[in-house]
């Protein structure tokens, strides 16, 4: 089972700034199969990017995903208040197994 | 447009079993493995298994290998998981959602509103 690791598990950042979140995996994974999704209090998780790099449909461009092998990253260039959620990322390659990040918590500074 | 609305919450003694439904919309059912995902309070996303509804094969995680269950009804567009012999941990909302593609490999695009699971004894 690959095992994914988040970091860092809280980020305290402002409104405007740069946010980078890691997703590290224990083995190496397609980027293909890497995705995103954020998940805001009381709601399903939603889809931010897949294959890596490739935003979902209605995805602002703030939004970029980057990263091969084990290592992968999110960036959100510019936060927007609505931006604080919890971020996970996933691995969709092997079957039958989809694992998930434990995910990092971004807050309000 | 795209929709998966899940049944109500429930309130399940030690030891019984859930089952839990997913209504599809918006798009053709059996095009479209479905998932469930389950997240206890405060805890991570959590895969427990697929359905393609095409055939009705699925597909489990070996974590709830022997204790989940789930089936599909092609005419209602509906999917159902049964988890049984319930214990406090399994505490969760549980979630259904869509792959985005017609195949395994794909990431989960729409997701249905969650159904909280609460077990007592």
């Known amino acids: 089972e690959i095992v994914l690791t988040q970091s860092p598990g809280t980020l305290s950042l402002s409104p405007g700034e740069r946010a980078t979140l890691s997703c590290r995996a224990s083995?190496?994974?397609?980027?293909?199969?890497l995705a995103w999704y954020q998940q805001k209090p009381g709601q399903a998780p939603r889809l931010l990017i897949y294959?890596?790099?490739s935003r979902a449909t209605g995805i602002p461009d703030r939004f970029s995903g980057s990263g091969s092998g084990t290592d992968f990253t999110l960036t959100i260039s510019r936060l927007e208040p609505e931006d604080f959620a919890v971020y996970y990322c996933?691995?969709?390659?092997?079957?039958?197994?989809?694992?998930f990040g434990q995910g990092t918590k971004l807050e309000i500074k | 447009q795209m929709q998966l609305v899940q049944s109500g919450a429930e309130v399940k003694k030690t030891g019984s079993s859930v089952k839990v439904s997913c209504k599809a919309s918006?798009?053709?059912?059996?095009?479209?493995?479905l998932h469930w995902v389950r997240q206890a309070p405060g805890q991570a996303l959590e895969w427990m298994g697929w359905?393609?509804?095409?055939?009705?094969?699925?597909n489990y995680a070996q974590k709830f290998q022997d204790r989940v269950t789930i089936t599909r009804d092609r005419s209602m567009s509906t999917a159902y998981m049964e988890l049984s012999s319930l214990r406090s941990e399994d505490t969760a909302m549980y979630y259904c959602?869509?792959?985005?593609?017609?195949?395994?490999?794909?990431?989960?695009?729409?997701w249905g509103q969650g159904t909280l699971v609460t077990v007592s004894s």
């Open positions: 959602a869509t792959g985005a593609g017609d195949g395994i490999q794909f990431p989960f695009d729409y």
């Open positions: 918006g798009y053709t059912f059996t095009y479209r493995y």
């Open positions: 359905i393609t509804p095409f055939n009705g094969n699925s």
């Open positions: 083995q190496s994974v397609s980027s293909t199969y």
């Open positions: 294959g890596a790099s």
């Open positions: 996933q691995q969709y390659g092997t079957s039958p197994m989809y694992t």
